[in-house]
């Protein structure tokens, strides 16, 4: 497989990973909601890829800031054995927004 199908192939398996993160306060999963701005994969040994994912939070002061990265790591790692490092960061701009957000976590939250 060439390797511009094997990062899409890879982008497809993070992305359904990290929709089995949730915001223990909102019942939608941080992909959907909006929070993962960014997914880099780049290959590594043999048939393995690093990543590197940048995300925020819906405020600077969410409680749950020392843990919800820490679940995003936790998903990747337990879910994708073919990543070899990976990096979640939190960044701050720009500043989360409901704009964000999927139309099906917007129905989820009823923000039509």
């Given at each position: 497989m060439?390797t ?21 306060e ?13 997914i ?24 749950m ?48």
């Open positions: 060439d511009q199908r094997r990062l899409a192939a890879m982008t497809e398996r993070v992305i359904e990973a990290l929709r089995v993160v949730y915001d223990p909102i019942p939608v999963n941080v992909y959907d909601l909006g929070l993962i701005y960014k880099d994969l780049t290959p590594a040994t043999g048939d393995k890829m690093d990543a590197a994912i940048a995300m925020s939070l819906t405020t600077v002061n969410c409680p800031a020392d843990m919800i990265p820490g679940m995003v790591y936790d998903a990747l790692r337990d879910r994708i054995p073919d990543l070899n490092e990976i990096k979640v960061s939190l960044v701050w701009d720009p500043p989360w927004d409901p704009s964000r957000m999927s139309d099906d976590a917007r129905a989820i939250m009823e923000m039509f």
